[in-house]
């Protein structure tokens, strides 16, 4: 897990790229790559590339980065884990490849000198790399299919630069730092920016399951993996009705995304709280850590005893919002070596500044695991896994019973559109003063599938732009986005109400809201965390019990677990997962008589749109010097 940089001056006459400015963007990622550095410039410095190492496989100096092959021509930065890399290893020496490291880097450049750009087709991890094709001129970037590791590029026509982070981008100092109406507009309505567009015009993000290839004729995007897809494919492949089979379908897919999600050179702990998807997460590496043996060194390349990390806070000590004790109850159960870390109001302001710096994007949520990872990081640990991605997949939010049903009761008012409209208009002025402004748009949005997900998911509405925002960027950042029609768009194809709504969560909120989360928050403290449910593999092999007519319930997999885990964890309903920082935040900024996160985000903005980033470069498209 790392930070990348790239520069590629792919036109003629473009100008060198400046060894200054890849540095800059470097530096500007420190915190994700603590373990060592690298740089790399082409002789005629066309094409430059940078890397900040965070070590979990092959700790070696082997592994270090930029990587080339023998030859020198193919080069690479990357950023995540291949976890099948050791299956294609042994493919490419079968097919005469020689490796000079264990790394699964190593891996990426012999598997593109094979395959090519169609290697994505075989990869199984996390990642986002940019590779140096000398032979072909080119440069290639990656997305992983779901998106866990982030990849952003700033193309001028000319020169073209990618990198993990905004603000590396932005640290480089030759980037179009004009205000992007639609990042704006997009943060209001969700509390996250939604990809692929940030806060600056000149930035974008590449999508999920996508590659860039940039050459001095052509810049061409192709998409290799759309979750859409697989979901219409499992619905009109007969999907399965519950059978004898089922658990076993399931649990063998548990049990081979952790496997998977286990490999690694250094001990992997777990984030643990007391609900199901991480203490079946905890529950399932405490067996493959067990299944691999004493004295065969496990997963991990030494022998390791589960290690569990709980995050609690002191003001709920002693309240049923106190997750600690269950947590410590599992731990206990599966033998883990844990800790609870316990953290105050005093903490958070005292963390607040370094926080929002180490933010790479604004966002309402992501506090819980800036601190549960400092924890972890604290307590030796370098991989944590996680169990974000289980409600999506197993239907854990309210969303999956309230949107469906919105839809069924409000799909006559979807062929009145000028109704819902004047009802909008006319009660939205004075709803906003009694409930929640939404309740003013459900006939308007509620009657389709993708209204609905923005009544339930959305921060503000959209005409409540124009009292936040200059009206005319406003508009400007409404119309581009075009919300409904790409909200729609992500369930094209989908007829099953479930899978419907787990796209749209997966899609949405989860991508652009949980990952991005849990990557700055986690990076910020030289932490690689890992998400078994969000694996293309894992989706594929339960895709079809997902699709049938009784899709998959926590229920399920607690029957799969039920030998592991406390009756506590196994019969506790959902609660969700409470924590104080939402008032905290209000009171540290001087909001004492508001709650909810809308005038948390309207801090948020002021500091990040205005104060630290915007303000911090005001030569827009003006380089920095880069000597």
């Known amino acids: 897990m790392c930070g990348l940089a790239a520069i590629f001056s792919y036109r003629s006459g473009a100008l060198p790229v400046g060894e200054m400015e890849l540095l800059r963007i470097r530096e500007a990622m420190a915190a994700r790559g603590p373990d060592g550095a690298g740089l790399w410039l082409s002789q005629d410095r066309r094409v430059g590339l940078a890397h900040r190492r965070l070590s979990i496989i092959d700790l070696s100096e082997a592994g270090a980065q930029p990587m080339a092959t023998p030859e020198g021509d193919l080069r690479i930065v990357f950023n995540g884990e291949i976890y099948n890399y050791r299956a294609l290893r042994r493919q490419l020496e079968d097919l005469g490849h020689r490796f000079v490291s264990h790394s699964d880097t190593e891996v990426l450049l012999h598997g593109y000198r094979e395959y090519g750009r169609s290697l994505v087709h075989r990869l199984r991890g996390m990642y986002a790399f940019a590779l140096w094709d000398e032979a072909r001129k080119g440069l290639f970037l990656a997305r992983d299919p779901l998106g866990i590791k982030p990849l952003y590029y700033a193309d001028d026509g000319a020169t073209i630069r990618a990198a993990s982070q905004v603000k590396a981008l932005l640290a480089g100092g030759c980037v179009d730092t004009a205000p992007e109406p639609a990042g704006h507009v997009g943060f209001f309505l969700w509390g996250h920016v939604p990809e692929p567009y940030t806060l600056y015009k000149g930035i974008r993000a590449l999508p999920p399951g996508s590659t860039l290839w940039v050459d001095g004729e052509r810049c061409q995007t192709d998409t290799f993996f759309r979750l859409r897809d697989l979901y219409a494919q499992a619905e009109a492949a007969m999907p399965r009705a519950e059978d004898a089979e089922r658990p076993e379908r399931l649990a063998e897919a548990l049990r081979d995304t952790v496997r998977h999600h286990l490999i690694a050179d250094v001990p992997v702990g777990v984030f643990l709280s007391s609900g199901i998807d991480s203490t079946s997460i905890a529950a399932l590496t405490a067996e493959a850590l067990t299944a691999s043996g004493p004295g065969r060194g496990g997963l991990t390349g030494k022998p390791d005893q589960l290690r569990t990390v709980t995050l609690a806070f002191s003001e709920f000590e002693g309240t049923p919002e106190d997750e600690s004790p269950l947590a410590e109850t599992v731990a206990r159960r599966l033998g883990a070596r844990h800790v609870t870390r316990r953290i105050a109001r005093e903490d958070f302001e005292a963390d607040y500044p370094k926080l929002l710096a180490a933010m790479d994007q604004p966002s309402i949520d992501g506090v819980n695991t800036w601190f549960v990872s400092k924890a972890t990081r604290e307590a030796g640990l370098k991989v944590a896994l996680s169990g974000l991605g289980g409600d999506e997949i197993f239907g854990g939010y309210s969303s999956f019973h309230q949107i469906p049903a919105a839809v069924r009761r409000l799909r006559p008012f979807a062929s009145l559109p000028r109704w819902g409209r004047a009802f909008r208009v006319v009660s939205a002025p004075l709803l906003r003063h009694f409930t929640s402004p939404k309740y003013a748009g459900l006939l308007e949005y509620g ?151 809308r005038p948390w985000a309207q801090h948020l903005y002021r500091y990040m749109a205005d104060v630290e980033l915007m303000s911090s470069f005001p030569g827009r498209t003006r380089c920095f010097s880069n000597h």
Not at 491 to 505: C, H, Y
Not at 509 to 528: C, F, I, K, T
Not at 556 to 585: C, N, S, Y
């Open 447 to 597: 009657g389709g599938y993708g209204g609905a997900y923005l009544l339930r998911r959305g921060l503000y509405m959209p005409w409540e732009l124009p009292r936040l925002l200059d009206p005319d960027l406003a508009r400007e950042g409404w119309a581009a986005l075009q919300t409904l029609a790409r909200l729609e768009q992500t369930i094209d194809g989908i007829g099953n109400p479930r899978l419907k709504v787990s796209a749209l969560e997966t899609e949405w909120y989860m991508r652009h809201q949980l990952l991005r989360d849990a990557d700055w928050a986690s990076m910020a403290h030289g932490l690689e965390l890992r998400v078994p449910f969000v694996d293309a593999e894992f989706l594929r092999s339960v895709a079809g019990d997902m699709a049938s007519s009784r899709p998959l319930t926590k229920r399920d997999m607690t029957r799969v677990l039920a030998h592991a885990l406390p009756a506590e964890v196994i019969h506790r309903p959902k609660t969700g997962f409470t924590i104080p920082v939402q008032r905290w935040a209000s009171e540290l900024v001087g909001l004492r008589d508001k709650a909810g996160y």
